[in-house]
């Protein structure tokens, strides 16, 4: 079977190809794509290259398929695989493998497994990871963000706290306890939002900053104050002391800490805001190897403050991002803020800094140019669906495009 795929050869060189997929073994599955997310982790593989730890050091002679953030539906089971996957089922994978022996990862490592494209191969690897995961949600869109919701998750499940006269600890962030998401108007940013309005440990004050008031507004339009949770959303592009500030919104300091943002004097601040027993999650990836900051180790000796860092989630965290997007418990819908085709997914991956905005959601199968959701003409017919949702992208709107948009 003939693919259409973007695939990277070496730093900042991606290119759309149509190339012949190899048959299927039987530890394998065939399957198609329709929608992929575009993740800022690939716009950092793109921008490394071989050097990415994840991807082939022969990289122009093994090119891979970019993008993890997909879903779709199986075409062809391997004879491995008949009993537990069935043709025509919808999938989401989880991208994150943990191979025993290798970093190998979707999206980033393989020739034939990845988002950006109309049919894939998947690897062995990922079933023998337990990785493939039937969906039975609504939409395909939704379903590209249940890998991003899953990272939300994973992040939230290493946080912990200290049980009193105990060496054990309590995972989570703390119930009731006050919440500080640094840089927390992105897209994941947003997904964190949604999980702690609506995960099963809720605090009891949460608090977003960033420095982009138009971001700020349309997050606190989207999240305001709910089920007994307070939450507040402050502009610190011009405050010279965001501690003081952030520290007496809180009435003192913050229980739980996540660090959007791989900026150093925001990880100093936000050491400076913990309280005893507090835990900061460096949840932004840098590219700097050599990346630090300074923090107060005075606070983690006498008060028992700590750091973990979370990168993707894992198999669980997957099947709950599953469940919680088949329930509509999280409304992943609010963080797409672009659509785009196969043909326009180089280019944009390439310049999501400068894009800015939310998610990026690719229709591989389609042939179209980025689009801004807020910029579509609200006169033409897919403008008036997404007047139905306040600018919401949606079923009816991914029906749209699936049907009227021109194929690749």
Known sequence: MKTKAVRL????????????????????????VITDSICMSTWKL???????????NNL???????????????????????????KGERYVLQANLQLP???????????????DATYIVISEDVMNQDCLIPYKGDTYFEGSLIEPLSCVIGAFEANYHLK????????????????????????MGLLAIDYALHGPIKPKKLVVTDRDAEKLARAEKLYPSQNGIEVSYINVADVEDQVSLLKEKADGGFDDIFVMIPVAPVVT??????NPDGCLNFFAGPQDKEFSAQVNFYDVHYSFTHFVGTSGGNT????????????????????????????????????????????????????????????????????????????????KAENYVLKNYPNI
């Open 269 to 274: 601040d936000a050491a400076d805001m913990l």
């Open 101 to 115: 022996d290798r970093p190998d990862c979707p999206g980033y490592s393989y020739p034939y497994t990845g988002g």
């Open 316 to 395: 669980e965290d997957m099947r709950k991002a599953v469940k919680l997007i088949e329930d509509k418990q999280v409304k992943v819908a609010n963080v797409v803020t672009h659509i785009l085709g196969l043909d326009a997914v180089g280019e944009t991956t390439l310049n999501q800094p400068a894009i800015g905005g939310g998610k990026k959601l690719v229709y591989t199968h389609k042939q179209s140019e980025l689009k801004k959701l807020s910029e579509i003409d609200n006169n033409s017919e897919l403008g008036e669906i997404l007047a139905e949702t306040d600018g919401i992208w949606s079923q």
């Open 9 to 32: 050869y070496g730093k900042k060189d991606l290119r759309l190809e149509e190339l012949e997929l190899p048959e299927i073994k039987e530890n394998e599955i065939l399957a198609s």
């Open 46 to 56: 793109a921008n490394q290259g071989a050097d990415h730890k994840k991807a082939p």
């Open 60 to 86: 122009a002679e093994n090119p891979i398929i970019i993008g993890h953030e997909f879903c779709g539906e199986l075409l062809e089971v391997g004879g491995k695989w008949a009993h537990k996957y069935k």
């Open 164 to 187: 009193e006269g105990s060496y054990e600890h309590k995972m989570g962030i703390k119930a009731d306890g006050n919440l500080l998401i640094m840089g927390g108007t992105g897209p």
